[in-house]
């Protein structure tokens, strides 16, 4: 049996994942959506392969997910991606490496934790009027904030990261970019509603599938790179501009992989998932 593993507040199939699971299914394996916060582990456990795709409230509970994480490894269940990806990936602070990398994203800077007057200077260093405050472990945009040097009144406490506001984002939209087993299958648009600046479905985001030039799938390469650990699925999401592109995250948990936008990508994704299990 392959589990997908979704969660107790989306727990039916996305057009997506039912694709995955009627492509897995077409070519002979049993397959299945479960709840991770729903369900014992050893359910999950004793399953051929888990795929995170749909834990889309991790955020809610980051702790118990890693629990979740770790309970899997430590039973000897089959996480796709792996485990050490699953961790790698769940802080953001992975965009200072690849700042560091010399590769193009966002300018960062990391808060143990976020102190106004630590912000407001660092904006005024860097000359921002405007900057981006974010969780360091999220999805879909949950509590990621806008902020304004001029008012930083009301700032959450704890960790946090530090970023400079892309002004053109929505204009540009977001350009989400998935590749299976190291090869890339198609990219989607997320055009941003009028007025927005958050690419995400809740924030009123649609999504168009686009073609894109080969340099700027080369230069999701180099971003997929120099993940540690080879992943079956991931989601490279960034912004395509005329001087190249820019990535805003990497989604290597539970990115949304638009396989239905994509005639044969369900099947792609099945056929790598299948020939991991040997």
């Known amino acids: 049996m392959i589990l997908i593993a979704t969660c107790s507040d989306y727990p039916h199939p996305t057009p997506s994942l039912a694709a995955l699971l009627d492509a897995l299914r077409s070519h002979g394996a049993e397959a299945t959506h479960l709840p991770w916060d729903g369900a014992p582990p050893d359910g999950f456990a004793n399953a051929e392969a888990v795929l995170p795709l749909c834990c889309w409230n991790y955020h809610d509970e980051p702790a118990r997910f890693r629990a979740w994480i770790d309970a899997l490894e430590t039973k000897g269940a089959n996480l796709i991606n792996s485990a050490a990806t699953l961790r790698w990936n769940f802080r953001k602070t992975y965009l200072l490496e690849m700042a560091e990398a010399g590769l193009a994203v966002p300018r960062t800077f990391h808060l143990p934790e976020v102190d106004r007057d630590a912000v407001a200077t660092r904006m005024q260093a860097e000359g921002w009027r405007v900057a981006i405050l974010k969780p360091v472990s ?52 997320r ?37 540690p650990h080879t992943p079956l699925y991931a989601r490279i999401d960034g912004l395509v501009r005329s001087r190249g592109f820019m990535l805003m995250e990497l989604e290597l948990i539970e990115p949304y992989l638009y396989l239905e936008y994509a005639p044969g990508s369900a099947d792609a994704m099945a056929r790598a998932v299948l020939q991991r299990l040997g």
């Open 191 to 227: 055009v941003i509603r009028q007025g927005e600046w958050r690419a995400n479905k809740q924030y009123g985001a649609t999504f168009e599938r686009v073609e894109v030039s080969d340099d700027v799938i080369e230069a999701a390469r180099g971003y997929l790179a120099l993940v």
């Open 138 to 189: 999220g999805q879909s945009g949950y509590g990621v904030r806008k902020i304004e040097r001029a008012d930083l009144s009301d700032l959450p406490a704890g960790e946090a990261l530090l970023q400079e506001y892309q002004d053109d984002i929505g204009s540009l939209g977001e350009t989400t970019l998935t590749f299976i087993d190291g090869a890339f299958s198609h990219a989607v648009r």
